[in-house]
């Protein structure tokens, strides 16, 4: 009987996220779809080795949980790295590279960060989760990354960027709640082809932070909007506090043309860097089509709860920014509720 009833949440819960509800309950089984779905695996495994009298009811069971499995990995396997990866053949006429980590602003590991930075040597430097505190322990980081953008919270949501280049037209904005910063700027990896950056950091559903994912949502969604007005080579990333197969991710990507590196390459779980069992794929970046990913990393253990990621980005040679796609009435509708929901949540 028990059996029978984890079988049964097992089967109904990965749709949770499908109701639309932006409640944490029902988005936090988008984060633990690769959990989730090993346990359905163990389910099914202790299901045929213990069944003994089969029923109309327990084939029905049997049938509902595989099709649950079947529908998670729908979810997931393209970023697995058994999926067929798209190799870009273009020439590369720039790159910029950077390190982007969440790095817990309770954690004082500032020495281990720094070696993460030394064996990277990333042209830049993105931290989350920074205040004054970190600010002072990364302070040496200076000396090689001299433009800084500084912005130090003692709420778990600071944001310091560090660069070894010059960075043009930086811009620091609260896009949906007063104290989640972005950080947007241009780096130009030659004098005439500036790559815009979106750098983000958005909170979570959870019982702690908020209620429901609507102020998320909504920032991925102003952000999208932007990049639509835009005729530029873009790269967005930072902690999303989203797993990139969950529908508001898609949408993002549908609506901005925009590629995820991961896809073919794996999945990159970045959290809980301390607990190889709970671990979700949380630091995203997502790319323009005129630029592609060559070398893409996660690092060691720092302290946090995080892992940083390493990305090398290239601009294609000869190739123009692509137009926006396409979206439907339906789609464009959804965008504006989520940015509506969003802004009026705060």
């Known amino acids: 009987m028990v059996l029978y009833v984890l079988m049964l949440f097992f089967i109904i819960s990965p749709f949770f996220p499908a109701t639309g509800n932006p409640h944490w309950f029902f988005r936090t089984a988008d984060f633990v779809r690769l959990q989730s779905l090993f346990i359905q695996l163990v389910l099914l495994g202790l299901f045929f080795y213990f069944e003994e ?65 030394k064996r990277f040597k990333p042209d830049l430097v993105l931290v989350m989760e920074s205040n004054k505190d970190w600010e002072n322990g990364l302070s040496e980081l200076e000396n090689n990354y001299p433009f800084t953008v500084k912005v130090p919270l003692e709420n778990f949501y600071g944001m310091h960027l560090y660069s ?12 949906i709640e007063d104290d ?16 815009f950056f979106c750098c983000l950091h958005p ?6 932070e908020n209620e429901t994912s609507k102020e998320r949502d909504a920032e991925l969604m102003i952000t999208g909007k932007r990049i639509r007005k835009l005729d530029k080579p873009t790269v967005v990333c930072g902690d999303m506090n989203d797993v990139v197969w969950s529908r508001t991710t898609r949408l993002f990507k549908k609506m901005t043309g925009m590629i995820d590196p991961r896809v073919g390459r794996g999945f990159f779980s970045t959290y809980h860097a301390n607990y190889f069992f709970l671990r979700f794929p949380l630091d995203h970046l997502f790319h323009t ?49 989520l940015v509506d929901e969003g802004k009026n949540n705060t």
Not at 77 to 90: E, G, I, K, N
Not at 203 to 208: G, H, L, Q
């Open 53 to 117: 009298n089969y029923s109309a009811f327990s084939y029905a069971l049997a049938i509902a949980l595989i099709a649950s499995v079947l529908y998670q990995l729908y979810k997931v396997f393209p970023y697995s790295f058994l999926f067929p990866r798209r190799r870009s053949h273009a020439a590369s006429d720039g790159h910029v590279s950077i390190l982007a980590g969440n790095v817990l602003q309770t954690n004082t590991s500032y020495p281990q960060f720094l070696a993460e930075v």
């Open 164 to 175: 070894k280049k010059e960075l043009k037209n930086v811009e620091v904005k609260y896009q």
């Open 180 to 195: 989640k910063p972005s950080i947007f700027f241009d780096y130009y990896t030659d004098k005439y082809s500036p790559i």
């Open 203 to 208: 909170a979570p559903p959870s019982p702690t």
């Open 289 to 337: 089509r005129d630029l592609y990913v060559g070398k893409m990393i996660r690092s060691k253990n720092f302290g946090s709860d995080h892992f940083a990621m390493y990305y090398e980005i290239h601009h294609k040679k000869k190739v123009k920014t692509p137009e926006n796609p396409k979206l439907n009435g339906e789609e464009k509708e959804e965008i504006e509720e």
